[in-house]
Antibody, heavy 124, light 111 residues
Framework: EVQLVQSGAEVKKPGESLRISCKGS????????ISWVRQMPGKGLEWMGR????????NYSPSLQGHVTISADKSISTAYLQWSSLKASDTAVYFC?????????????????WGQGTLVTVSS | QSVLTQPPSVSGAPGQRVTISCTGT?????????VHWYQQLPGTAPKLLIY???NRPSGLPDRFSGSKSGTSASLAITGLQAEDEADYYC???????????FGTGTKVTVL
């Protein structure tokens, strides 16, 4: 059974650093890209970026480039989302999701499995 | 901001049919990238509902169907049930942004 299990909820202060994790199991971790998706309170889904765990190649949403870092350790089938300096506006639920290639072009992929979400609260 | 536009809400009585539109542009849906749909129940992670424009994952009831034409796509729910009350999102890829994009989201209410 494919599973993505995320780390638990975090409460941080502005300016602090944070790394949250997403562990995959039940499939070959290096065969699928992993993405992070943000959902701010009461808002919709926002794609943040993705990583190819086989070679750690990443690309980010233009609006978030430089503010977060996505990484992966394929030896333990785990992807990470990291901030060096949190802001109050980073308060959100963060989901990891597996990107699956379908029948279309190279980038025509869907998110077929999702983690349970990690609530990050940033408040002074 | 989202580049795929959906109506904020749709509603229907049990048993009725509702449709949700997803309007994009020539750099995403109109460029030929597939559209996928997700259902998000309150307090839970999104769940894949339709992939590659019109395909259902195994085990999903055939009350849900998807279609795509030009720069738009739509999701139809027939035989509306109380458990269909949720938020629904479309998703595609945008070549101008080099990014995966989600729709603005639609809340379905069963009257």
């Amino acid at each position: 059974e494919v599973q993505l299990v995320q780390s638990g909820a975090e409460v941080k202060k502005p300016g602090e650093s944070l790394r949250i994790s997403c562990k995959g199991s039940g499939y070959s971790f290096t065969n699928y890209w992993i993405s992070w998706v943000r959902q701010m309170p009461g808002k919709g889904l926002e794609w943040m970026g993705r990583i190819d765990p086989s070679d750690s190649y990443t690309n980010y949403s233009p609006s978030l480039q430089g503010h977060v870092t996505i990484s992966a350790d394929k030896s333990i089938s785990t992807a990470y989302l990291q901030w060096s300096s949190l802001k109050a506006s980073d308060t959100a639920v963060y989901f990891c999701a597996r990107l699956r290639r379908g029948s279309g072009s190279y980038f025509s992929r869907d998110f077929d499995y999702w983690g349970q979400g990690t609530l990050v609260t940033v408040s002074s | 901001q989202s580049v795929l536009t959906q109506p904020p809400s749709v509603s229907g009585a049990p048993g009725q049919r509702v449709t949700i539109s997803c309007t994009g542009t020539s750099s995403n849906i109109g460029a030929g990238y597939h559209v996928h749909w997700y259902q998000q129940l309150p307090g839970t992670a999104p769940k894949l509902l339709i992939y590659d424009n019109s395909n259902r994952p195994s085990g999903l009831p055939d009350r849900f169907s998807g279609s795509k034409s030009g720069t738009s796509a739509s999701l139809a729910i027939t035989g509306l049930q109380a458990e269909d009350e949720a938020d629904y999102y479309c998703q595609s890829y945008d070549s101008s942004l080099s990014a995966y994009v989600f729709g603005t989201g639609t809340k379905v209410t069963v009257l």
